[in-house]
């Protein structure tokens, strides 16, 4: 076995593991409960899970998406959380390759993972997360890319401009498009993204926000006053930017020239 196909399946068997530990954050956090402690229990009839119950994916299978014992069942979240977060460690290695900033780009896709799950079904982003994730961010990026000019540039542009925009919305309309946790978790992919990929990801959220949720929208009718998990789709933009920025970056840059050239400025 080759040293990349082992650093391969070694990370495709942690991240089935650590998706299995963000389960119980996305469980947990928005019911204030301990990710610690207790063990991994049926949340209906409460028995602790036995270990065979516990492994990635295969147990839910098995089980066939119930609970051996009261036979409520069990969501599909579970495997699919486990087994996305085992591909986003695998495709991060080609990407990153061994060293410090995979390690870094890993944890920050495991806030995104959590953060998608969390906004898309009780539409709130837990600070919890945002704020040390804001910290930690610009602290790994002191001696790690984007480095830490890009990284406060960053935190600025996906916090407070989004904020002074949502302001002017909301004295403008009266009520509000985005939320508090929106900015946090965009000064958080600031952190670590840096200027200008935290742009991209606004551009990119705002794109998936429009089309999907407004789409989503239409079909059930709800109309547009439904509030859109809006970090649901930061969360997929920034991921976007951790496995593609080079590649957006340059075709951010590229559309930018056309636009300028197009109108005659430049
Ligand atoms: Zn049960």
């Known amino acids: 076995m080759s040293a990349d196909t082992f650093a391969t399946v070694l990370l495709g068997a942690l991240g089935l ?5 963000l389960n119980v954050c996305i469980y947990r956090l928005p019911r204030g409960a301990s990710v610690a402690w207790p063990g ?9 899970l036995a270990w065979f119950e516990n492994v990635p994916v295969v147990s839910w299978l098995v089980l066939r998406g119930r609970c051996r014992t009261c036979a409520t069942p069990i969501s599909p979240r579970y495997p699919i ?8 460690f695998v495709a991060a290695y080609p990407a990153y390759g061994p060293g410090p ?3 870094v780009r890993l944890l920050f896709v495991c806030a995104l993972v ?19 994730g804001i910290v930690i961010g610009v602290l790994c990026s002191v001696l790690l890319p984007p480095g830490w000019p890009s990284a406060l540039l960053g935190v600025a542009a996906g916090g407070l401009f989004p904020f002074a925009i949502a302001e002017v919305y909301l004295r403008v309309r009266g009520r509000e498009g985005m939320g508090m946790g929106d900015f946090k978790m965009l000064a958080m992919v600031g952190a670590f993204l840096g200027w200008p990929l935290v742009w991209i990801t606004l551009l990119m959220a705002c794109v998936l926000g429009i089309v999907i949720g407004g789409g989503a929208l239409l079909v059930s009718r709800r109309g547009l006053a439904t509030r859109i998990p809006f970090g649901t789709f930061i969360a997929v933009a920034a991921a976007l930017c951790v496995y593609f920025g080079d590649a957006l970056e340059y075709g951010y840059a590229r559309a930018v020239r056309m636009y300028l050239d197009w109108a005659g400025v430049g």
């Open 81 to 88: 959380v486990e087994a996305i977060t085992a591909l986003l």
């Open 40 to 48: 991994s229990h049926c949340p209906s009839c409460g028995r602790p």
């Open 17 to 21: 593991i650590v998706g299995s530990f």
């Open 101 to 103: 900033l995979l390690a």
């Open 114 to 132: 959590v953060l998608f799950a969390i906004d898309l079904e009780h539409q709130i982003l837990p600070n919890v997360i945002t704020l040390p």
